[in-house]
Nanobody, 124 residues
């Protein structure tokens, strides 16, 4: 059973920053594309960002472009999501997931393994 673990969420004021981490035990992330998704209360889970295995490609949903940065450290088996200039609309549970098909889309049906999520709350 592949288990992804997200961490780094919390409560932050508007304009603040957080860095989320995604790692896995007994499963190497280094050869897979990884995506970040989020789900706000009462809303569908939406794709936020995706990164290729070599970090050569990264994609973002329009609402986070220029504010969020996805990166990875394959030596640490970890993928990050740096979130700056956070807005109340960014409040959601954030999930990372493995894209075995290497499509790097924002369709959650293309992702195979998911973490349990980490809560991000942006509020004053």
């Amino acid at each position: 059973q592949v288990q992804l673990v997200e961490s780094g969420g919390g409560l932050v004021q508007p304009g603040g920053s957080l860095r989320l981490s995604c790692t896995a035990s007994r499963f190497g992330l280094d050869t897979y594309f990884i995506g970040w998704f989020r789900q706000a209360p009462g809303k569908e889970r939406e794709g936020v960002s995706c990164i290729s295995s070599s970090s050569s490609r990264a994609y973002y949903v329009d609402s986070v472009k220029g504010r969020f940065t996805i990166s990875r450290d394959n030596a640490k088996n970890t993928v990050y999501l740096q979130m700056n200039s956070l807005e109340p609309e960014d409040t959601a549970v954030y999930y990372c997931a493995v894209d075995k098909r290497a499509l790097c889309t924002f369709d959650r049906r293309n992702y195979d393994y998911w973490g349990q999520g980490t809560q991000v709350t942006v509020s004053s």
